[in-house]
């Protein structure tokens, strides 16, 4: 292969990452709603839950360790969550019936939301796509009770990751 063949194949390759960067979501902006189910078949749609605050974060597969601490340590918080008039959903691209053993294992009292197509993770910019192997990236948004964007967390810490959310959220319901 020639060098200027290599270098066309490296941005090709690059430009979907750039693209998707483009149409980042924002604080402020309208969260996209969604219909999804969770691991008892019930489906949820964002619209839903308006009125209300909502967790809603994505995380890469069922199952995993830093995916389990992650879910573990919402589990931990959920009391203190709901005292605060917040909703929490956990998203990845799992299956119904993988959410479910999942749920079952940890004894996870929220909703775990399957995007199998990918497309809410997407909607989210939490998307990992490389080549044909796809997950959710570890993003979490918390959304007002208008619909909104109120703050959004990148790649986060599993293990400390829910203090921090229900800190900011005890910030923004003031």
Known sequence: MTRLFK?????ALLLPISLASL??????????????????????????????????????KDDTPGCTTQACDFRDAVKR?????????GVSLDSVESHKRFADKNNLPFSLLSDESGEVSEAYDSLNNFMSFKSAKRNTFIIDPDG????????????THSQ??????????N
Do not use: C, R
């Open 7 to 11: 270098q066309f194949i490296f941005v």
């Open 23 to 60: 149409a980042q979501i924002k604080v402020g902006s309208k969260a996209p709603n969604f219909t999804l189910s969770d691991q008892n078949s019930i489906q949820h749609q964002l619209s839903d839950y308006e009125g209300s605050w909502v967790i809603l974060y994505f995380y890469p």
């Open 81 to 89: 969550i709901i005292a605060s008039k917040s909703n929490v959903f």
């Open 148 to 159: 909104k964007v109120a703050k959004i967390y990148l790649s986060v810490k599993p293990s």
């Open 164 to 173: 921090m959310v229900l800190n900011d959220l005890n910030q923004l319901q």
